[in-house]
């Protein structure tokens, strides 16, 4: 499936293209992948609706990709042939040592940074290619479509957190409630159980399912909280929930802001920032930006180390515009799975 013309998905429901392309050849370096899954994203709705356009069409989305090793370019052997690898929104970075984001092992900060399925294909296709040293082994505990969104949703979560600088025993929101959040909290409930998680999601199903998940509040996008918060972690792709997250801090907090882009319907919503309602008393605002490879890893074994997966619903490749849509419209219960191959 590619992406061939940037359009809303109120002009077109099916977005999406099926076409032939060539057997991509690894070059140098490189591993060929026969795809078994691939996540879906809302980035894949940046994508196509033109907030973050890919530099070149058609392209090939998909950046949760889990698969098994098929070939090899010159140079490559750090997995063998029939291995299962993961491939994460990173797809590559300069690695140079003079570049102090990668040397620090921050490569999503890297001026060449190189996205997964949108600055080169992605994994919704039967075969795709990496560098090695970007791809990751998939633990034997997880199933392929368990760890799809552990390699996005579950790693920008796992980053987001670290940022949040929320300790065991504090509070924390969660604004939205799909694929990342609904990973954020259940990773919570097992590395800092005393964590406090207050949820804020626009539906009711989506309430209900934070609160079987252990959050000890969910309320609407708009409600107050019964308490203040150390820091918030907002999901959504809107800026309306930017300055209501702000006003739910306590002096001090943090609102993180784990989205690549956000829509353009609510950007006014900024001119409502009350400087001593929303960030007076030390509040601040920090963005995530991609994922580095450190945080998948980690991502990764923290899923085996600690039991807990990811809510999967699991579709066909030739469904993926329709799951595009049901993202976009918030029909969301955890994480949504492209079917590849066998």
Known sequence: MVIDRI????EDRSP????????????????????SVCGVCHTELDEI????????????????VVGRVVGHGPGSGRFSSGDRVGVAWIYSACGKGS???????????CPDFVATGRDVNGGYAELMTVLEDFAYPIPSALSDAEAAPLLCAG????????LSG????????????????????????????????FVFARSQEE????????????????ADPPRKLDAVVDTTPVWKPVVES??????GGRLVINAIRKEDADKDSLLRIDYPTHLWMEKEIKSVANVARRDVREMLELAVEAGFRPEVEVFQLEEASQVLYELKTGQIRGAKVLKISA
């Not at 570049?99 to 900060?109: D, Q, V, W």
């Not at 799909?178 to 406090?196: N, R, V, W």
């Not at 079987?212 to 996008?221: F, I, K, M, P, S």
């Open 7 to 10: 359009v809303s998905f109120a």
């Open 16 to 35: 999406l293209k099926p076409v032939e392309l060539p057997d991509p050849v690894p070059g140098k370096g490189e591993i060929l992948i026969r795809v």
């Open 49 to 64: 609706e033109g907030r973050m356009p890919p530099p070149r069409l058609p392209v090939v989305p998909g950046h949760q």
């Open 99 to 109: 570049c102090g984001h990668c040397a620090g092992g921050n490569e999503n900060l």
């Open 155 to 162: 790693a920008i979560g796992w980053r987001s957190l670290r």
């Open 166 to 197: 929320v300790a065991d025993g504090g509070r924390l929101g969660l604004t939205g409630f799909g694929a990342s959040g609904h990973l954020m909290l259940k990773l919570l409930s097992h590395i800092q159980p005393q964590t406090e998680v």
């Open 207 to 222: 309430q209900e399912f934070a609160r079987e998940l252990g959050a000890v509040w969910a309320g609407d996008t708009a």
């Open 246 to 251: 702000l006003n739910d801090l306590g002096p």
